[in-house]
């Protein structure tokens, strides 16, 4: 790995770490303040989107503002993927991190790998290799080890928690599945932030964001800034701008960063306690999501399931291709969270 390599490992490394601090900032705006989760959705989504749009105007005209507009076919799945997959995963991560903590949140919702592989094999009626098998009855052991501590039946993570954080996965995994063909046709930049804006809408409509912090303190506002600016726009900006320069491969194991981040950063500023056991089990969840990310479930064109973070929203990245020499990774945006 050469200069420009490695430097751009380090950006995906740095935004991997900002979308953990993110998680522990969002988890003490919800756990001390008050803060709705989707108040901080919304806003979230809406600057984002704001943002993104703006990028859009300057990179390409005013032309491209309206292209996705344009295409019928494309609404119904445009529209599917910006409610049901993007807003699903950023509402289903912050409640499963209201209900529990950052550490734990991110670590379940690194089990969309598992159920891409899962769906994927279903879907083209394969049978999973003994390998994969044994990958995912890892990830199902390190999470049954992270929720319960070891301690049998009982639960050391709340059931609402556990649910949300599976949401998370379940929903992570669908906005990998339903991206490609979208940001394909019509670019990543103008997907993403018109999908931001609807969600962002879609959820002030269902409930009006007036939950938001009880005063705006300084730290206040610094906290919503790590989420919103440094977890979103900066993250994304530098995870976007290293991906050409880089394996998708390497990308997937620099964005297993993020849980860790998320894990250290909780028990430095919040004090949330992972013993041993859990930090066993979110090892064993990282190392199975990692194999399994860059895992393929062979067929016919050989389909391939890529990491969840760039087959969700940077597909054509240089990558593995399929047996017509197409690119089929694209990415953990959570982050698009």
Known sequence: MGRWSWTHAVMVATAACLWGLSGTAAEWLMHADGVSPFWLTTVRMGVTGLVLLGVLRVRSGP?????IWRSPAALPRFLFFSLAGLTGVQLTYLVAIAASNAATATLLQYLAPVLLVG?????????????????????????????SGGRGTSLVVSPAGLVWGLL???????????????LRQHGTVAVMAWSMLVGAA????????????TAWTWPVVGL????????TLLAFGLFLAS?????????AWLAAV?????????????????NAVQVAGGAMVLAAAGLLAGASVRGHGEARVGDPIMAAAYPGVPGEGDAHGNTTHGPPTEDAD
């Open 63 to 67: 032309g491209a503002w309206w292209g």
């Open 119 to 147: 769906v994927a094999a279903f879907a083209a009626r394969i049978p999973i290799a003994p390998r994969q098998g044994a990958l995912m009855a890892a990830a199902a052991l390190g999470t049954w080890l992270l929720v």
């Open 168 to 182: 998370a996965a379940g929903t992570l995994a669908l906005y990998t599945w339903t991206a490609p063909p979208l």
């Open 202 to 213: 879609a959820l002030a409509l269902i409930r009006p964001p007036t939950l938001g912090p």
């Open 224 to 231: 919503v800034a790590t989420v919103v600016l440094g977890g």
């Open 243 to 251: 991906l050409s320069h880089i394996a998708p491969t390497t990308a």
């Open 258 to 274: 993020e849980p860790v981040a998320a894990g250290v950063s909780a028990h430095l500023f919040l004090h949330v306690p992972l």
